[in-house]
């Protein structure tokens, strides 16, 4: 299957801070990028999604940047929560199949 | 919005016994459901994708004869781990989305199997 076993990296960060989180895809033919957010034990929850012909996006609190050229997303979290603290995935829909890949992870942790 | 619903959301087996996990779209029709397995501290990994009445398409190392896939309706896609083994041990999750072109997917609750 696709995706690469590694073990997630992790940032911690406090209350308050914002937070940026990096992901770099594999494959430069995708044109639709998601971010997800992982709570123990349960599925993946949406956040923020880029099509590949913008660089950035705003929601709520959140911004996501895309940089084609070196195939490079970074979710962007204003004013970290506590409740915040989860796995955050950067996904592609690869446009054969419109198969959604995941990307490695990151282990977000905010210390009150 | 749309809700997928995944069951069991855990599951312990003796090894050598086949488990099946199923997932729904409650509100909502899945042409197309994707199945994935996580290990801990990990991404999750493509396993293979179901379209409805028609053969599941599976990863490259995904053995399709351990892993048995039906997508017999619009709403139900269940996933048979068959002759199951410790190793075998991890967390499942489904993925639906509603038509071909979409970009919303829906993510199910995930499945805990354990084998023993």
């Known amino acids: 299957g696709e995706s690469v076993g590694l073990h997630l990296p992790t940032l911690s960060v406090q209350e308050g801070d914002n937070s940026i989180i990096n992901c770099a895809y594999s494959?430069?033919?995708?044109?639709?990028f998601i971010w997800y957010k992982q709570e123990s034990g349960k599925g993946p929850q949406f956040i923020i999604d880029?099509?590949?012909?913008?660089d950035k996006r705003q929601g709520q609190r959140v911004t996501v940047l895309l940089n084609k050229t070196v195939k490079h997303l970074s979710l962007q979290i204003a004013a970290t929560q506590p409740g915040d603290s989860a796995v955050y995935f950067c996904?592609?829909?690869?446009?054969?199949?419109?198969?959604?890949?995941f990307g490695q992870g990151t282990e977000l942790s905010v210390k009150p | 919005g749309a809700v997928v619903s995944q069951h069991p959301s855990r599951v312990i087996c003796k090894s050598g016994t086949s488990v099946k996990i199923e997932c729904r779209s409650l509100?909502?029709?899945?042409?197309?459901m994707f199945w994935y397995r996580q290990f801990p501290k990990q991404s999750l990994m493509l396993m293979a994708t179901s379209n409805e009445g028609s053969k599941a398409t599976y990863e490259q190392g995904v053995e399709k004869d351990k892993f048995l896939i039906n997508h017999a309706s619009l709403t139900l896609s269940t996933l048979t781990v068959t002759s199951a083994h410790p190793e075998d041990s991890s967390f499942y999750i489904c993925s639906a989305r509603e038509y071909v072109g979409s970009h919303g997917y829906t993510f199910g609750s995930g499945t805990r199997l354990t084998v023993v």
């Open positions: 494959n430069s033919a995708s044109d639709y």
């Open positions: 880029i099509r590949s012909n913008m």
């Open positions: 509100d909502f029709q899945a042409t197309t």
């Open positions: 996904a592609e829909i690869l446009n054969q199949g419109g198969k959604l890949i």
